[in-house]
């Protein structure tokens, strides 16, 4: 990262694990070590029906002291994302010596566990971060409450960090049951029919009948 003066004893000196040194490209003084990850974890809807899925997600950031000075902080105002070790010397650049964004910037992998109903504690899957971001689908398996942990290991560059948060499972509403369809039985289908189409045919001998009546009149 940067330009150095080379291990001259008078710009660089390595003291408890960090390397302080004067970068020549910006003439400014940077101490190099492993810094401290901070976490954090949620889930939107924390009440869920029986049979549905949970989105968990979270955030994974640097907190190294440099993150807190006005330039950083003013750049990254939700935080420096932590990225891979692979990654560091292009990102350190981009957020300390206002070099390009790196485009191939590679994430740090989480692990989500969670501790469910019946106490049992389990790993439920992995996700890598991107731009401090990671997030994961899940369907649980039981009702009842659940504690999530999302954990990062620590690497090379960060100390280990987790955050922990919960949500519920409800059992699913009952379905509700369809009224029954009462079937016409065969006399119905028949019967009515039948007795109607007599009234009909009692009306028509009526009216002939009167009909007959008056062409008898003089």
């Known amino acids: 990262m940067g330009w150095g003066t080379g291990m001259d004893a008078t710009y660089d000196r390595v003291a408890d694990g960090f390397f302080v040194f004067l970068n ?26 029986s049979g ?11 907190i190294a002291a440099g993150t807190r000075q ?10 420096v994302p932590a990225v891979s070790d692979a990654s560091q010397t292009g990102w350190m650049e981009y957020v300390y ?28 899957g992995t996700a890598t971060s991107s731009d401090g971001f990671f997030s994961l689908n899940w369907k ?13 290991a620590g690497s090379e560059s960060y100390w280990p960090s987790h955050a922990i ?20 039985s065969a006399a119905d289908m028949y019967f009515i029919p039948a007795t109607a189409a007599l009234f009909v045919l009692v ?3 009526g009216i002939v009948i009167i009909i007959l009546v008056l062409k008898k009149r003089p």
Not at 24 to 48: L, R
Not at 165 to 184: E, N, S, Y
């Open 24 to 49: 020549t490209y910006d003439m400014q003084v940077y101490t190099v070590g492993k810094g401290p990850s901070q976490m954090t974890v949620s889930i939107t809807n924390d009440v869920i029906p």
């Open 52 to 62: 549905s899925s949970v989105m968990i997600k979270g955030t994974i950031t640097d």
């Open 70 to 79: 006005k330039e950083q902080a003013a750049r990254f105002p939700q935080g």
């Open 97 to 124: 010596m206002q070099k390009p964004r790196p485009t191939d910037t590679v994430g740090v992998p989480i692990v989500i566990s969670v501790v469910d109903a019946n106490g049992n504690y389990r790993e439920i």
């Open 140 to 152: 649980p398996d039981i009702e009842g409450q659940y504690t999530v942990y999302a954990s990062f």
């Open 165 to 184: 948060t919960a949500f519920a499972v409800d059992p699913a509403a009952p379905t509700a049951t369809p009224a029954p369809t009462q079937v016409q």
């Open 203 to 205: 009306a028509i001998i």
